[in-house]
T-cell receptor, first 111, second 113 residues
Framework: EDKVVQSPLSLVVHEGDTVTLNCSYE??????LLWYKQEKKAPTFLFML????IEKKSGRLSSILDKKELFSILNITATQTGDSAIYLC???????????FGKGTSLLVTP | DGGITQSPKYLFRKEGQNVTLSCEQN?????MYWYRQDPGQGLRLIYY???????QKGDIAEGYSVSREKKESFPLTVTSAQKNPTAFYLC????????????FGSGTRLTVV
């Protein structure tokens, strides 16, 4: 059975802190891993990772994949209150056609 | 603007009633999906469809039904057989070539009263 496990499940930090969110996976026939940010309703796309060791960056956010150890991390530097959200990790599962999501990490950034 | 529209945003249902959630996209995407989100549970796959007139069960299909008569539309019916229907329902679509992620709708919050 495919698994996507995120940790921690929740996190509270102060503005300016750096956070690291973790995602480990066990899936048949891995193709790609995706990160989404969900603030209120619709998740928004952050990154798609397919190759090991290649960091993807977007502003203060960055992510990297380790296909040997089957995990990915999402880093957020100099956090702001606007980073408060649920961060979702997903991989294409055994069917190859649908994303299998983790439970998410709920991040709260306090002023 | 292209996107996915889910309606209604909020829905209340009495126990024993069926209810249908709408999902329409104008992105010309082939694949469409329905997920359910409960607090602390992440997104769980209900049904998905790769092409018109074809769909597959996801991990939690019991008590739900779908149809895909048009490429743009993928309605979800929550039947009275679904024992715990109160949840947030998200519809998504993609081109079907798995190198792209999903585009999500804004969701429907269903409450059983």
């Amino acid at each position: 059975e495919d698994k996507v496990v995120q940790s921690p499940l929740s996190l509270v930090v102060h503005e300016g802190d750096t956070v690291t969110l973790n995602c480990s996976y066990e899936v048949t026939n891995f193709r790609s891993l995706l990160w989404y940010k969900q603030e209120k309703k619709a998740p928004t796309f952050l990154f798609m990772l397919t190759s090991s060791g290649i960091e993807k960056k977007s502003g203060r956010l960055s992510s990297i994949l380790d296909k040997k150890e089957l995990f990915s991390i999402l880093n957020i530097t100099a956090t702001q209150t606007g980073d408060s959200a649920i961060y979702l990790c997903a991989v294409y599962g055994r069917t190859g056609y649908a994303l299998n999501f983790g439970k998410g990490t709920s991040l709260l950034v306090t002023p | 603007d292209g996107g996915i529209t889910q309606s209604p945003k909020y829905l209340f249902r009495k126990e024993g009633q069926n209810v249908t959630l709408s999902c329409e996209q104008n992105l010309n995407h082939d694949a469409m999906y329905w997920y359910r989100q409960d607090p602390g549970q992440g997104l769980r796959l209900i049904y998905y469809s790769q092409i018109v007139n074809d769909f597959q069960k996801g991990d939690i299909a019991e008590g739900y039904s779908v149809s895909r008569e048009k490429k743009e539309s993928f309605p979800l019916t929550v039947t009275s057989a679904q024992k715990n229907p109160t949840a947030f329902y998200l519809c998504a679509s993609t081109t079907g070539r798995r190198q792209y992620g999903y585009t999500f709708g804004s969701g429907t919050r269903l409450t059983v009263v």
